[in-house]
């Protein structure tokens, strides 16, 4: 079995057939949405005016910017709470159990590991049968100890352009792709930077995967 450092996950045994790495919120499950929902209820709202939490969260009662402690707070209860909110992203698990019968899929998630009970749980009911890291350090380290020294090729999914570009760094043959849920944030997302492909949703995804695993003939 393999381990990935300051991560905790499910047992791993890669396969000789290609990886793809997922994230999880906004790429399988519905994040920014539900987030939205369980703030109203309770007392708060996020305005969609800059892609970012932080400066963007507020008091319904008053109207007065939530500061960065009780943005944690809410998020850390979103989170203890996730089975009761967060939805699968359309399609997500179709696409995936499909690139499965041809791929290893493992999912890398930057929510605090505390959670990871729950999230595992939620997924499952889900259809979402792939191991799962979840981790708070960066993705690019992560992605190298999976993938090491193998030549299969190597797809990461994440909507983060951090994540995305500290793969990249690491592991510089991954097929990086872009994908994000929520139509509002995805519009005022910053660009993911040089050698990332920008998926529409999963169809979109799915295709770029597929051509990524079996380069045309040509
Ligand atoms: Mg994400």
């Known amino acids: 079995?393999?381990?990935?450092?300051?991560?905790?996950?499910?047992?791993l045994m890669l396969?000789?057939?290609?990886?793809?790495?997922c994230d999880i919120d906004e790429v399988?499950?519905?994040?920014?949405?539900?987030f939205q929902a369980f703030l109203v209820d309770n007392g708060f709202e996020l305005r969609p005016t800059s892609f970012r939490l932080?400066?963007?969260?507020?008091?319904?009662?008053?109207?007065?910017?939530?500061?960065?402690?009780?943005?944690a707070a809410l998020l850390e209860a979103?989170?203890?709470s996730q089975d009761q909110w967060q939805t699968p992203v359309t399609a997500a698990a179709d696409s995936l159990a499909r690139l499965a019968e041809h791929a290893d899929v493992v999912f890398l998630t930057a929510m605090p590991p505390r959670h990871r009970a729950v999230r595992r749980r939620l997924l499952s009911q889900h259809?979402?049968?792939?191991?799962?890291?979840?981790?708070?350090?960066?993705?690019?380290?992560?992605?190298?100890?999976?993938?090491?020294?193998?030549?299969?090729?190597?797809?990461?999914?994440?909507?983060?352009?951090?994540?995305?570009?500290?793969?990249?760094?690491h592991v510089p043959d991954t097929l990086l792709l872009n994908l994000m849920a929520n139509d509002t944030f995805r519009a005022m997302a910053p660009h993911p930077g040089d050698g990332v492909d920008i998926a529409d949703d999963w169809a979109h995804a799915e295709a770029l995967?597929?051509?990524?695993?079996t380069p045309a003939a040509a």
Do not use: W
């Open 78 to 80: 979103f989170f203890t």
């Open 1 to 11: 079995m393999m381990l990935i450092p300051d991560a905790e996950h499910d047992d």
């Open 54 to 71: 932080n400066g963007n969260v507020f008091s319904l009662e008053d109207g007065v910017e939530t500061g960065k402690d009780k943005v």
């Open 209 to 213: 995967i597929r051509a990524h695993f």
């Open 127 to 169: 259809g979402f049968d792939y191991p799962m890291i979840a981790t708070e350090a960066a993705k690019g380290p992560a992605v190298m100890a999976l993938h090491g020294a193998r030549t299969q090729p190597v797809v990461f999914v994440d909507d983060i352009f951090t994540n995305l570009q500290s793969v990249r760094e």
């Open 15 to 21: 396969t000789d057939r290609p990886l793809v790495v």
């Open 28 to 34: 399988v499950l519905e994040f920014v949405t539900p």
